[in-house]
T-cell receptor, first 111, second 113 residues
Framework: EDKVVQSPLSLVVHEGDTVTLNCSYEVTNFRSLLWYKQEKKAPTFLFMLTSSGIEKKSGRLSSILDKKELFSILNITATQTGDSAVYLC???????????FGTGTRLQVFP | SQTIHQWPATLVQPVGSPLSLECTVE??????LYWYRQAAGRGLQLLFYSVGIGQISSEVPQNLSASRPQDRQFILSSKKLLLSDSGFYLCAGGGSTTNYGYTFGSGTRLTVV
């Protein structure tokens, strides 16, 4: 059965800290891995990764995929209180158009 | 670009009452559409998805049903709500084949009392 596992489930840090969120997967016929940020409502798209070793970067956020070891990390440097959210990892397969979501990592950033 | 409209934003319903949540899509035709539920502090659970008018796939046996009467309309229903139906319901469009995965609606927070 396809699955996506995120760790840690929860993380509490202070502003300015750097955090690393993990996502491992077991998916048949892997197509892509996506990261979303969810605050109070709908998840918003952060990154889509399809190739190993190529870092995607947007401001203080970056992500990389390792297709051999079947995982991805999301890094956030110099965290701010506005980074507080649930971060969701999802994986797509060539077998289906559905995305398989992990349970998310809840990040809380305190001043 | 695709926009997903979803309403209402919040809903409080008594046990045993019916439910109808509507989702409409703007900006694309023949989208794949999905209904997800998210319990507090949990991940997204796929409930139903549709690849076209009248085509519904159910992922989890439950008290809910879905329909797609028009290309850009996706409806989530229940005849009699249970307490366990409480949660945050999200409609999404797109899929793993797009460059952004899904576009999500703003969600409906349902509380069954």
């Amino acid at each position: 059965e396809d699955k996506v596992v995120q760790s840690p489930l929860s993380l509490v840090v202070h502003e300015g800290d750097t955090v690393t969120l993990n996502c491992s997967y077991e998916v048949t016929n892997f197509r892509s891995l996506l990261w979303y940020k969810q605050e109070k409502k709908a998840p918003t798209f952060l990154f889509m990764l399809t190739s190993s070793g190529i870092e995607k970067k947007s401001g203080r956020l970056s992500s990389i995929l390792d297709k051999k070891e079947l995982f991805s990390i999301l890094n956030i440097t110099a965290t701010q209180t506005g980074d507080s959210a649930v971060y969701l990892c999802a994986v797509g397969s060539y077998n289906t158009d559905k995305l398989i979501f992990g349970t998310g990592t809840r990040l809380q950033v305190f001043p | 670009s695709q926009t997903i409209h979803q309403w209402p934003a919040t809903l409080v319903q008594p046990v045993g009452s019916p439910l109808s949540l509507e989702c409409t899509v703007e900006g694309t035709s023949n989208p794949n559409l999905y209904w997800y539920r998210q319990a507090a502090g949990r991940g997204l659970q796929l409930l139903f998805y549709s690849v076209g008018i009248g085509q519904i796939s159910s992922e989890v046996p439950q008290n809910l049903s879905a329909s797609r009467p028009q290309d850009r309309q996706f409806i989530l229903s229940s005849k009699k709500l249970l307490l366990s139906d409480s949660g945050f319901y999200l409609c999404a469009g797109g899929g793993s084949t797009t460059n952004y995965g899904y576009t999500f609606g703003s969600g409906t927070r349902l509380t069954v009392v």
